[in-house]
């Protein structure tokens, strides 16, 4: 059988933690500690009714001078923030398109 998943808490000052759900104690997370942006993984919505798929590629390259090369990976919900705390990503950019109600 396969991983059952994991809760993520924080504290203010305190940090991230994340927990497997098959009972094992809590382990402190870290934020990305990339400093090469060619090897940091970029995050961006999944969905494309939220988010400007072009902006974020145009930002990307443009505004921040970013020549990532990692794959682009597409998530949502609050997910994004746990799997970004344990450094499965480095960048989250979110432009929401005008018709958008998030």
Excluded: W
Aim: glycine share 6%.
């Amino acid at each position: 059988m396969g991983q059952s998943g994991c809760l993520f808490s924080a504290l203010i000052g305190e940090g991230t933690y994340m927990e497997s759900l098959d009972g094992s104690s809590p382990v402190k997370v870290n934020d990305s500690l990339t400093e090469n942006t060619d090897e940091a993984s970029f995050f961006e919505s999944y969905q494309a009714a939220q988010s400007s798929y072009d902006l974020s590629t145009h930002s990307k390259s443009k505004i921040f001078k970013l020549s990532v090369k990692a794959p682009l990976v597409r998530i949502d919900s609050k997910a994004k923030y746990g799997a970004l705390s344990r450094d499965d990503g480095a960048i989250y950019l979110c432009f929401p398109i005008p018709t958008c109600k998030l």
